[in-house]
């Protein structure tokens, strides 16, 4: 889950003027960041082994 704080430090790091759309972007990619930590925290991950089985059963 996002943090005001760690909403601020994205604002910050941008530069003095800026669009919407980067800041939404810059806020959707530190969301999916987060959501991708707590996948690993709730185990829900794949070994390289499994992804590559899976690969090519889509690229068939």
Avoid: A, C, S
């Avoid at 980067?22 to 530190?30: P, R, S």
């Amino acid at each position: 889950m996002l943090t005001k704080e760690k909403v601020r430090k994205t604002i910050d790091r941008l530069p003095e003027n800026f669009t919407i759309d980067q800041i939404v972007e810059e806020l959707v990619i530190l969301n999916r960041i987060e959501e991708g930590l707590k996948d690993i925290e709730e185990g829900r991950v794949f070994t390289t082994d499994q992804v590559k089985t899976e690969l090519k059963t889509w690229l068939k």
